[in-house]
């Protein structure tokens, strides 16, 4: 009899204990699912009310925050479940450590989440808005900088989670970097360099630039994490690892101060009297030219004498940088100094050119 009533004892607990475990998860999941509805109505909301008062930056945050905080909300009720499962089936202490532990991580994943959409959402926001000041290189900059730190201090801080000592990693990783240092030294040499590309910007989007030694030149399309992105004159694509900007030559046309026109010009030798009056007159058109920048020399000289020629060297600046508009000027140039040359009688110099008879031989005889 005693045994019939403890059975039933424990049955009925038993069943109690059924029904509030099927309570606590029902309550749970209303729960949750309520704050899944309301974080998803007011943000909804709030969003649309700032973006019509321009409150741009404030939507952004709120967007980023959107996902992350509604994932946030169905991970705690996961947890709040599987704690009840396994206080009523298991009633394992080490099991019930490794659910916090686990809720932990979870959350700091969440928070570094949120973090990352906070960035990246900024970014697109400043590379899309029409302000000329916006530097799109700096932009790109600040966000990458800004994601290897959020990176870093959620490394730290998930290994602090983990109970992993900083300073037992640190004696760990000694040997360890340096092997991946060694099988990867070109990745990070990319990596680093291209990190030194937007802090130092020896050229940013848009720029022409020029590699002398490997015969590569083009425009600046995309300046990557390993790689730079490089449009030649045929519109190919051509990517240039990071770690060769810091070990070639370098030239960035599209921050040079002038375009320079020099030419050599070949005058016959009996129009040496005419020098004179036909470099002032030069030197005068030259000065009144409204396309060159009088800051710097511009003049027309005698440079040298050969045996068959005079040689007239030109010698300008022009105060455009755009390699269309210096055409039309050299052009201009050229074309007025022609017009001085022929209105002074004087010609240019043709190439002799020498025949040695010897291999030509002429019979007289008829």
Sequence with gaps: MNSLNTLTNSMATGSQSW???????SVGLVVAAV???LVWHFISRKVCRIELSKGRLRAIVLQAAHLPLLILIWIIFVIFLLNQ????????????????LARKVLIILCILWFLYRVVIKVEAYYLQAREKMRDPVTVKAISRITLIVVGLIGLLILLDTFGIALTALLTFSGISVAAIGFAAKDLLSNFISGLALYLKRPFVLGDWISLPERQIEGNVEEIGWLKTTIRNFEQ?????PNRLFSEIIMVNASRMKNYRILENISLRLQDNEKIQALTAEIDTMLAAHNELDHSKSHYARLNGITPTSMILMLLAYTLTTQSDKFQH????????????????GAEYALNPVRVDMQDFPISLDR
């Design 236 to 240: 190919r694509p051509i990517y240039v």
């Design 19 to 25: 029904f509030w475990l099927i309570i606590a998860c």
């Design 85 to 100: 499962l396994a206080g009523f089936f298991i009633h394992d202490p080490h099991l019930l450590s490794e659910i916090d």
């Design 35 to 37: 704050l899944h509805y």
């Design 329 to 344: 000027v050299k052009q201009d140039i050229l074309v007025k100094t022609l017009q001085i040359i022929t209105k002074h």
